[in-house]
C-alpha cells in the first residue's frame, strides 16, 4: 500500500478528534502536526507525527506493518506546552497505531521503521484499543479513531504499563469489558492499577456512546441534526452512582446545547417519550433576568426522535428514576 497524502492524514486525525469528543484547530501542518484540541473542561495541545503504516515487505513476515520516519531530524522536536504523539495510520481500515516515543525519539539517519501487527490493528476495530508485545518488549497500541485523545493523553503510561506480561494482559482485558476481579488487580503495582481502570472505565465509555450513537443514526434525537455533532448523554446521570447503567437504554443523542440543558435539568424527558422544558427552571431564568432565547430554545421539542429498533427506545425506569434524581416533576 502506497502512502495516502498528507492532506489525507490530516483529515483522518481531525476526524478521529471530532469523534473522539474533540475539537481540533490546527496551528501547523507538517511534521509534527500540531493541534490546539478544545475537549471537556479546556484545551489539549498536541504534536503529532503521523506516517502511513505500510506493509513491511518482509515475505515471512506477512503480518508486519510499519510506519518510515522520513522527513524528520533525530531528536524528535517535543512539545513543550502539551503531549506529542508518535503514531501510523491505516487508511483502508480509518484505524490508529501509537509507538512509544520514549524509545524512537532518537534514531540513526536511513528512514528508520517502526513495526506493529496488523491483526492487533483488527483486534481494535472491535474493542477499540489492542496492545502488540513485540521481542524486545516495547508495546505499540492500535487504536479506533474514538480512542484517539484518549491515547493521546495516556500515551506515555499505556506504552511503560504494557512492559509487563501480567499488566499487559489485564490491559486487553480492560479493553475488551471483562470483568476483572479485585484479587487479580491487585498483584500488580498501584500506578499500574489506575491505568488498568482508566481504560476499562474509557472502553466502558466509548463503548457506550457508539452503541447510542448507532441506535440515534447519529442523530440528536431532539434536533434531528447528524453533522458529526451528536453526543451520547446518559438519561440516569453516572451522578446517580450504580442505579446508572451504561446500555442503550439508558441513553440518548444530543447535540452539545440539548445535551447540557438535559444534563442540567432544564429539559427533561418523561415517559411518554416527550422532551419538555423543565417550568420551574425556566421561572427561575426569567426571574434572573436569563431567559434570552428561551422560547426559540424550547421549539424542537416534543416527542423524540428514537430508535428504529424499539429494543434500544428508552427505558421507562431509567426516565422515571432520572427524573427523580433531578426534582423533576
Known amino acids: 500500500m502506497p502512502a495516502v497524502t498528507p492532506a ?34 479546556g ?12 506493509h513491511g515487505g518482509r515475505p515471512t513476515l506477512p503480518h508486519e506493518y510499519r510506519i518510515q520516519l522520513t522527513s524528520v531530524r533525530s531528536p524528535l522536536a517535543l512539545n513543550p506546552d502539551g503531549v506529542t ?13 501509537g509507538f512509544d516515543l520514549k524509545r524512537h525519539r532518537r534514531f540513526t539517519p536511513g528512514s528508520p521503521s517502526v513495526q506493529i501487527d496488523i491483526r492487533k490493528i483488527q483486534q481494535a476495530l472491535q474493542n477499540g484499543v489492542a496492545f502488540d508485545l513485540k521481542e ?44 476483572i476481579r479485585a484479587a487479580d488487580l491487585a498483584l500488580v503495582p498501584a500506578q499500574r492499577q489506575r491505568v488498568v481502570e482508566q481504560v476499562a472505565r474509557f472502553a466502558r465509555a466509548a463503548n457506550f456512546r457508539d452503541q447510542v450513537l448507532n441506535a440515534y443514526d447519529r442523530r440528536c434525537a431532539v434536533t434531528r441534526l ?38 442540567s435539568g432544564l429539559i427533561y424527558l418523561g415517559e411518554d417519550l416527550v422532551m419538555r422544558v423543565n417550568r420551574h427552571m425556566a421561572l427561575d431564568l426569567r426571574a434572573k433576568g436569563l431567559a434570552a432565547g428561551l ?5 424542537p421539542l416534543g416527542r423524540i426522535h428514537l430508535p428504529a429498533d424499539r429494543n434500544q427506545w428508552p427505558d421507562p425506569r431509567f426516565v422515571r428514576l432520572a427524573n427523580e434524581f433531578r426534582g423533576v416533576h
Request: hydrophobic share 50%; net charge neutral.
Open 8 to 41: 489525507r492524514i490530516l483529515r483522518a486525525v481531525l476526524n478521529a478528534v471530532g469523534a473522539s469528543g474533540g475539537v481540533g484547530l490546527v496551528v501547523r501542518d507538517g511534521q509534527p502536526r500540531e493541534l490546539r484540541i478544545q475537549v471537556a473542561g
Open 43 to 54: 484545551e489539549l495541545s498536541i504534536w503529532a507525527y503521523v506516517w502511513t503504516l505500510t
Open 85 to 97: 504523539v508518535l503514531i501510523g495510520y491505516e487508511p483502508d481500515l480509518d484505524m490508529f497505531a
Open 136 to 179: 524486545n518488549n516495547e508495546i505499540a497500541v492500535a487504536f479506533r479513531p474514538d480512542h484517539f485523545l484518549f491515547y493521546s493523553q495516556h500515551s506515555k503510561e499505556l506504552h511503560a504499563a504494557g512492559q509487563s506480561a501480567q499488566v499487559l494482559n489485564l490491559l486487553g482485558r480492560a479493553a475488551a469489558r471483562q470483568n
Open 226 to 263: 447528524q453533522l458529526r455533532i451528536a453526543e451520547a448523554a446518559h438519561i440516569l446521570p453516572v451522578a446517580a452512582g450504580a442505579r446508572s447503567l451504561d446500555v442503550v437504554g439508558n441513553g440518548i443523542a444530543l447535540s452539545p446545547s440539548y445535551h447540557r440543558a438535559f444534563d
Open 295 to 299: 422560547e426559540s430554545f424550547r421549539a
